[in-house]
Structures are given as C-alpha cells and as structure tokens.
C-alpha cells in the first residue's frame, strides 16, 4: 500500500543516513527505527531483519546500476571478445561510486554483507551474479558451468575486496583506488583464461 511503500522509504532513508555517520557495526535496528521515527518493530515488519533492510537499502541504490550498463550487452550476441565489456559493466560502476561518501559507504557495505556468502539475501535475480554468470557462459562455450561459476565467484570477491575493503578511518576516509582499466584488465584475464585441468572429484566410498 502507499503507506506501506512511504514506511519503508522512510526506514531506507533513515538507514541510509546512518550508515554514512557510523560504522556498519554501529547501526542497530533500534537505531534505524528510531531515526526513521517509527515504532520498535517497523524494520522487522517491513524487511524481517537488519539483513533485510540493507539488502533492500543495496538493491535500492546499486541496482539500477548495473542494470543500466548491463542491459545493452544482453541483446546482442556474445563471444570471447565481449568479456571485457561485461567486465566493465561491473568494475565502472564500482570506480565511479567509490568517488563519493555516499558511493564508498554502499561499496563497503555490500562488501561486508555480500562476501561471507558470495550474495545478498532477499534481492531480485538481477541484483545477483548469475545474470553476469549466464552471459559469461555464452562467451565462454569452452568452460563448464561449475567452471564459469567459480571463476565469476573469485572474479566478483575481488572487485569487492579491491572497491569495499574496510578503509583506514571509516568507509568514507580518502583511500587510493587502481585505475579500473587495470582492474578490468586483470578480471578478463582470469576469466578467459584457458580451461583448468581440473583432475576428477574423488568419488566416496561406499
């Protein structure tokens, strides 16, 4: 309902503005319920916990993102030479938003939600890396899919580790980034990389 949506806009918000004045560690739920003005429960209700909440708060504004520069490349075919751009689509979006206090504070904190697990709970399917894994597949016939998977796994644990490490201060202090045609250069690399000979899984014993 619309007052449903403006509750949850509030609570966004509200998240949002504390996470830029605290470190992550420092921003409970009670916090944001009490910033947004809203009774003690409003953050469980509307997200059903504080993973929830910064799951919709890094959906909300990265999301478009990636979505944007992504959607050009999906409509065409794909081949080889198309990894770097679906490289680029990921790491640009990363170097533009670590300019800002705004930008750094999403970076690390996707980074801290994102990485003990390799995704977000409760987000859409294009706010996960299996759109990204699908269109590398079709560039790289030459891999297998358990192949494709772990090299989009260790490709993306490295953009977050290079653009959301914790920074010297807090995740708005001044830290020197790589120049991002280096990054994107050393990403491509690893994924067309020439298949792994991978020896055969051990099989249990009965």
Same mark, same amino acid.
């Given at each position: 309902?619309?007052?449903?949506?403006?509750?949850?806009?509030?609570?966004?918000?509200?998240?949002?503005?504390?996470?830029?004045?605290?470190?992550?560690?420092?921003?409970?739920?009670?916090?944001?319920?009490? %910033?947004?003005?809203?009774? !003690?429960? !409003?953050?469980?209700?509307?997200?059903?916990?504080?993973?929830?909440?910064?799951?919709?708060?890094?959906?909300?504004?990265?999301? #478009?993102?990636?979505?944007?520069?992504?959607? #050009?490349?999906?409509?065409?075919?794909?081949?080889?030479?198309?990894?770097?751009?679906?490289?680029?689509?990921?790491?640009?979006?990363?170097?533009?938003?670590?300019?800002?206090?705004?930008?750094?504070?999403?970076?690390?904190?996707? !980074?801290?939600?994102?990485?003990?697990?390799?995704?977000?709970?409760?987000?859409?399917?294009?706010?996960?890396?299996?759109?990204? %894994?699908?269109?590398?597949?079709?560039?790289?016939?030459?891999?297998?899919?358990?192949?494709?998977?772990?090299?989009?796994?260790?490709?993306?644990?490295?953009?977050? %580790?290079?653009?959301?490490?914790?920074?010297?201060?807090?995740?708005?202090?001044?830290?020197?980034?790589?120049?991002?045609?280096?990054?994107?250069?050393?990403?491509?690399?690893?994924?067309? !990389?020439?298949?792994?000979?991978? #020896?055969?899984?051990?099989?249990?014993?009965?």
């Amino acid at each position: 309902s619309p007052s449903d949506s403006s509750t949850r806009e509030r609570l966004l918000a509200a998240a949002k503005k504390l996470f830029l004045e605290k470190a992550p560690d420092q921003v409970s739920v009670r916090s944001v319920n009490a %910033e947004a003005g809203l009774n !003690a429960g !409003a953050v469980h209700y509307h997200f059903g916990s504080r993973e929830g909440l910064v799951s919709a708060l890094l959906e909300q504004e990265l999301g #478009p993102l990636w979505l944007e520069r992504m959607a #050009p490349l999906t409509r065409g075919p794909v081949d080889a030479t198309s990894v770097r751009d679906l490289t680029a689509s990921v790491v640009e979006p990363f170097a533009e938003l670590v300019r800002t206090p705004d930008g750094r504070m999403l970076c690390h904190l996707l !980074a801290r939600s994102a990485m003990p697990t390799g995704r977000l709970p409760n987000v859409s399917t294009q706010f996960l890396p299996a759109p990204f %894994e699908v269109m590398i597949g079709r560039a790289l016939p030459e891999l297998s899919v358990d192949e494709v998977t772990e090299r989009c796994a260790l490709a993306f644990g490295l953009i977050l %580790e290079t653009y959301g490490r914790p920074l010297a201060v807090t995740p708005t202090a001044s830290s020197p980034f790589p120049h991002p045609a280096t990054v994107i250069a050393f990403v491509t690399a690893g994924l067309t !990389a020439p298949p792994a000979l991978l #020896p055969p899984h051990p099989v249990p014993e009965p």
